[in-house]
């Protein structure tokens, strides 16, 4: 068993001298005023615990100072020594552990009077289980609760400091950082192992792929060679084919040109008959028309029916003038009668005896201002009958104001009243003369009526006639024209195709004309289709945009017309409006109505847009008009709504049988055609002079819906008027009615007035009689007999003076209306004047007019005559015009079919000679590129070294010398030698123009080339082969071995590192976790004893959890503690006393794993209230004299536990009695005021008898 047997200072803090402390029972309570905390240090001391922990700085600071020491005191009077000895007595023997401080400020430690280095001296201490890092030996005060409020981290590194496994913590660092460099290394060791492993299989297969790309390539060059001799063969063969043809186009040519110079000469001489036949003609048809000019009707105003019109509103101004003479003389009378009435009151007032008295305007206001000042002085004395006086002269003045408002609205119901009546009367005139306006506009609609009829009769006639005649004529020009369409069709289509033909010849990628590439799927839709199609009917179709620059050049240096060009590569098409698709059931877009190949889309696309086939007008007008959607809408007959709304079109579909009989008439049924046309437009002509002899039904039809239309506008004007006389009425009734209703209100607003005047008279009188005294003086200055007199004067003034106001406002107003009316009448006599004039000059119209029309009747028979001998020799004119035009249409007819034969040949000869060139530019550029890629070409004569490396275009050789030779040169002088050919590849060669079968052998055979040559060029395209493929193998090999050697090295080592680490952390994991599991398996036991009490004897819970369960000295140790029936709260939401007693639970525990032999307390009790107090006690009491507790007994698996932990030996400072009355002894600590030092005492409380 140890014990703490005593302790000995010298000089230490406040204990002077040397004093021995002690003897220390298995109990010892550490009481007094001061001093305490400095045993507590000595303690700490004594057992290594540094300084800064000692409430010091330096050790010097330790050594005992008398306060009463002057600061000249000698130096051998300073004290330069302490120390602190403590005695730990076994069953055996005795330890004195000592601690001195040096006169150097040093620390010296000894074990039984010999000195020993500071790690021995903790070494031995440590045999006791006094751990100097760990401090299970004390507490300090204050330190309770901050061990109860350590965060889980801080907890951990207690927890390692006590279990002694934070002493491997640097070890474990160092050695955890060395685990993970070495197996880094070790990794990128293998990294770089299996990185040089790789790049030897891929130079093993880049050996064997060196092999296969020399074989494919000698085989490339090979097929190369092949496919360009196959190429050669069919275009020398193409050549020899376009020669032939030449040669048999130029004999053409000669027999042709004798043709076209006979048939020219015989068109100019026609032309001449021709030229003269027509002069004559155009003379004859303008003297026809200057005949008919001058017989064209002048149009006669209706005299009568203005002159009518005049004098009704001359009739209705005069009326309207004598009304508004009526009324600027009553507002004159008014005015006058107004002007006197204020003359009169202003007289009245002037010459009245109170208006002298106010004659004087300054004596005026100073009685005013002297009978304010008294006015003020009553009204703060008699303060309710003048509160009383105001509010009545305060109604007063509003009952007033709303008297004038109604008067002046009396007044305006007045005014409307008038304006009202006089609207009547305008409107019941008005009414009169719209009824006889209405009256004679029907008497003229019957005579209108009737004379539609008989014309009509007669029109019908000659309608019919003429209907008969025009279907006649149509039919009839018709048939011309579509005789002279197929005529010109068959030459125009012919040279086309023809043109066609030869594009497609020359180029690549020219696929027709757009209306060969598509066709409507029903056969209704074709003229629908046609007209979209339109200009672009013709236009060709090609793949790109080269392609047409090509075609159009070639067409410009052949002169062989014009043509449209849609390059599928460069067209815009635009977007297809879905809305358009969607838009009636009986509507589809164009594009969806024909069939065409997908590869052509975007020119049928083009060409149709959004254009929709209906099938009706009326679905066509819905989609355009009411849906409002922006589209060319096409119907099935023709008719087209463009996008702008206009309609235009509208056709038929000829039937089979006339279609095929036109195909069948000769040339000379053009001029059996013309003879009907020109009978048939004479008959014509003479209708067309009868139906003009004849008052247009047209135009008596208009003369009858203007007629309708004004009667109807008339009728609506007498409803209107009529209405507006029933409104007019009821308008005024409802004014009457407002207008007894103010009068109403006027007479009970005057009747208020007057009452409320004679309770203000009264309260006046009362307010008079009561200010009389103060009055007095006031009345005999200004010579009054009472305040009343002059306050009924100065209200007889104010009232003068309101009314001469009112009378300035209605002369002001009377003024103002009065020139209004005046305005107005003048302005109606000058309208008055005007309608006169104007009635003067429709009189004198009238006279000249008639006049005129007996001068034109005679003029008109003259005219008629000359019309009809101009039209005989119109007649006569154009039948020797019909002659010669048809003699000349025969000898035009002939020239032309010559000359285009003519013409057809020549392009023929040059398209011919173009695609001559074009096969021998061919042939240059296969060469050229043979010569440039070095493909080995066999010659029967010539080479390739002498195949130019310039371009040269056949087209920029001028001279025909020039291409003859350069033809000689590629034609016979490069003979290529075709014997190593295979038969296979010269299918087609040669046959080009013979069958369509041909074309594709010789198309399937050079796809199947170039196929091969594409397969073998990717195939070696993607081959990288390497030429130093071996010499790489070789170095591979030795870099292989070294890194593997390497790799073995650093993976053994990082294995052995791993060892070491793997030994310290099982080392320092086996001391945390026995510490650990002691203290977590204990923690609830020793907090149940300091919590339990006879009310709660369960007591608390408390309890460890680890946060890293892996390595838990990672991580931290959190503690919870739950005083008896108290739910579960954060450490820190405890009491000061709660915290206490989980922190002194907490350090039991700790101390039970590793007991030191004493225990020592300062002021832990400080937080305790007196129950905690006791139950700590007791508690230290049952520790001190327990010989074996089971607590105890669960630690002796420890290996530090020995038999000095039997029991428990506590020495606690504190203040409170319950606490150290408990005690097995005392020890006081006093001041010594004599030594001004700490003294103690001893008392052994178990001798005393309670």
């Not at 000829?654 to 036109?662: A, C, R």
């Not at 000359?866 to 025969?890: D, I, M, P, V, W």
């Not at 021998?920 to 002498?946: A, H, M, T, Y």
């Amino acid at each position: 068993m140890v014990q703490l047997e005593r302790i000995e200072v010298e000089n230490f803090k406040s204990y002077k001298g040397k004093q021995i402390i002690g003897p220390f029972s298995p109990f010892t309570a550490i009481i007094g005023p001061n001093g305490k905390s400095n045993l507590m240090d000595a303690i700490s001391f004594v057992l290594g615990v540094q300084t800064s922990q000692l409430r010091s700085t330096q050790l010097k600071d330790l050594i005992y100072r008398p306060p009463k020491l002057s600061t000249s005191s000698s130096s051998s009077q300073i004290i330069k020594n302490a120390s602190a000895a403590l005695i730990l007595s076994t069953d055996e023997e005795q330890f004195t552990f000592k601690r001195s401080i040096t006169a150097s400020g040093g620390s010296e430690y000894s074990l039984n009077n010999k000195v020993i280095s500071f790690q021995e001296y903790t070494k031995q201490l440590a045999k006791f289980n006094i751990l100097t890092k760990a401090r299970n030996f004390l507490v300090f005060q204050g330190d309770v609760e901050t061990i109860a409020s350590q965060s889980p981290f801080e907890l951990t590194k207690l927890v390692e400091t006590m279990s002694g496994s934070g002493e491997l913590k640097y070890q474990y660092d160092q050695l955890k950082q060395q685990e993970q460099i070495a197996s880094e290394k070790s990794n990128s060791s293998f990294l770089k192992k299996r990185a040089v492993a790789s790049e030897l299989r891929s130079v093993v297969a880049q050996k064997k792929e060196l092999d296969e790309y020399n074989t494919k390539k000698a085989k490339l060059t090979s097929l190369v060679s092949e496919y360009m001799l196959a190429k050669l063969y069919k275009i020398d063969s193409d050549l020899s084919k376009t020669q032939n043809d030449i040669l048999s186009y130029n004999e053409k040519l000669i027999s042709l040109s004798d043709s076209v110079k006979s048939a020219e000469s015989s068109v100019l001489s026609q032309r001449k008959s021709h030229a003269k036949a027509f002069k004559d003609l155009s003379k004859a048809d303008r003297q026809v028309k200057l005949v008919q000019l001058s017989l064209e009707e002048k149009q006669l105003i209706s005299t009568e029916k203005k002159k009518s019109s005049v004098s009704l509103s001359i009739e209705k101004l005069s009326r309207d003038i004598s009304r508004q003479q009526s009324v600027v003389s009553t507002v004159e009378s008014e005015l006058a009668s107004l002007n006197r009435a204020k003359e009169r009151n202003q007289d009245a007032w002037e010459n009245s005896p109170e208006a002298q008295r106010f004659k004087d305007s300054a004596l005026e206001s100073e009685m005013l201002a002297g009978y304010q000042k008294i006015k003020l002085a009553i009204d703060s004395e008699g303060q309710a009958d003048s509160i009383k006086q105001r509010e009545i002269s305060e109604n007063l003045n509003a009952l007033e104001s709303k008297i004038k408002k109604a008067e002046s609205k009396k007044e305006e119901i007045l005014k409307s009243l008038k304006e009202k009546n006089e609207r009547i009367l305008s409107e019941k005139d008005q009414l009169s003369l719209d009824q006889m306006s209405l009256n004679d506009a029907v008497a003229q609609n019957n005579s209108i009526s009737e004379k539609i009829k008989s014309t009509s009769s007669q029109r019908e006639t000659l309608l019919s006639k003429e209907f008969e005649l025009n279907e006649k004529l149509s039919l009839t020009l018709k048939q011309i024209t579509q005789v002279r369409a197929l005529e010109l069709e068959s030459k125009k289509e012919k040279r086309n195709a023809e043109i066609l033909l030869v594009l497609k010849r020359l180029f690549q990628n020219v696929y027709g004309r757009v209306s060969e590439l598509c066709r409507p799927i029903q056969r209704k839709y074709e003229l629908a289709a046609s007209l979209t199609l339109g200009k672009f009917s013709d236009a060709i179709v090609v793949e790109n945009q080269q392609t047409a620059i090509d075609c159009i050049r070639y067409l410009r240096e052949q002169r062989a017309g014009t043509a449209t060009f849609l390059p599928l590569d460069n067209l815009l098409v635009p977007t297809i409006s879905e809305s358009a698709r969607k838009a009636h059931p009986n509507a589809r877009l164009v594009v969806d109505i024909l069939e065409y190949n997908a590869k052509y889309e975007r020119a049928i696309s083009f060409v149709c847009g959004s254009n929709i086939v209906c099938d009706t007008l009326e679905v066509a007008r819905d989609v355009c008009y009411t849906q409002n959607i922006q589209v060319k809408a096409i119907t099935i007959d023709g008719t087209i709504i463009h996008k702008s709304g206009n309609i235009t079109g509208g056709s038929f579909t000829e039937s089979g049988s006339v279609s095929s009989n036109l195909a069948k008439w000769e040339r000379g049924s053009v001029q059996k055609l013309l003879k009907v046309r020109d009978e048939l437009s004479l008959a014509l002509t003479e209708i067309s002079k009868t139906k003009g002899s004849l008052t247009s039904v047209e135009s008596l039809q208009t003369m009858l819906m203007e007629s309708e239309t004004n009667i109807s506008s008339l009728h609506n004007n007498v409803e209107r008027t009529k209405r507006r006389l029933a409104t007019t009425s009821a308008e005024i009734q409802d004014l009457q009615k407002q207008q007894q209703n103010l009068e109403d209100e006027i007479n009970n607003l005057e009747n208020q007035v007057e009452n409320l005047e004679l309770e203000y008279d009264q309260i006046t009188e009362k307010i008079n009689t009561a200010s009389e005294p103060l009055f007095r003086d006031f009345c005999a200055k200004f010579m009054f007999s009472s305040i009343s007199e002059f306050e009924s004067i100065r209200k007889a003034k104010n009232r003068a003076e309101r009314t001469k106001t009112e009378f300035i406002n209605q002369i002001s107003r009377l003024d103002n209306q009065l020139q209004f009316e005046k305005e107005h009448l003048e302005s109606m006599n000058l309208d008055l004047e005007r309608s006169n004039q104007l009635l003067n000059q429709t009189n004198s119209s009238m006279i000249s007019i008639q006049t005129s029309i007996r001068l034109l009747e005679n003029e008109v028979s003259e005219l008629l005559a000359k019309l009809e001998s101009a039209k005989q020799e119109f007649l006569s004119r154009q039948g020797a015009y019909h002659e010669s035009t048809a003699a000349l249409n025969k000898l035009v007819s002939e020239y032309t079919e010559a000359s285009s034969n003519l013409e057809l040949v020549n392009r023929m000869k040059s398209s011919k000679e173009t695609e001559l060139s074009k096969f021998i530019d061919n042939k240059l550029v296969i060469l050229r590129k043979c010569r440039l890629e070095s493909v080995e070409i066999p010659f029967v004569s010539g080479s390739l070294s002498q195949v130019p490396m310039s371009f040269v275009n056949m087209s920029s050789i001028s001279g025909s010398s020039e291409k003859e030779s350069y033809n000689n040169f590629v034609i016979n002088e490069l003979k290529i030698n075709y014997s190593e050919l295979p038969l296979q590849s010269r299918a087609g060669s040669g046959q080009r123009e013979e069958t369509q079968e041909s074309e594709d052998s010789t198309e399937g055979i050079e796809k199947s080339y170039e196929k091969r040559i594409a397969i073998l060029k990717t195939e070696i395209a993607t081959m990288t082969p390497s030429a130093y493929a071996r010499e790489k193998y070789d170095l591979l090999q030795r870099r292989l071995e070294e890194t593997d050697s390497e790799f073995m090295n650093s993976r053994r080592s990082a294995k052995e590192v791993y060892m070491r680490f793997s030994a310290v952390k099982q080392k320092r994991l086996e001391l945390f976790n026995g510490m650990f599991q002691h203290i977590s398996a204990n923690i609830d036991k020793f907090y149940k004893i300091l919590t339990k009490s006879p009310a709660f004897p369960i007591g608390g819970t408390a309890y460890l959890n680890l946060e890293n369960t892996e390595e838990p000295y990672l991580g931290g140790i959190k503690y919870h503690a739950m005083p008896p029936l108290k739910r579960f709260r954060d450490m820190d939401h405890l009491s000061g006393g709660e915290k206490t007693v989980a922190a002194l639970a907490l350090l039991f525990t700790l101390q039970s794993y590793i007991p030191s032999p004493f225990f020592v307390l300062d002021e832990v009790d400080a937080a305790l209230d007196l129950a905690n107090v006791v139950q700590l006690a007791n508690y230290l009491k049952l520790r001190s004299t327990q010989q074996a507790i089971s607590v105890h007994q669960a630690s002796a698996s420890a290996s530090k536990t020995t038999s000095n932990a039997d029991n428990f030996q506590f020495i606690v400072i504190s203040l409170k009695q319950k606490l150290f009355e408990r005690a097995n002894s005392l020890v006081g600590v006093y001041r010594d005021q004599n030594e001004n030092a700490s003294n103690t005492l001893n008392l052994d409380l178990t001798s005393l008898s309670v």
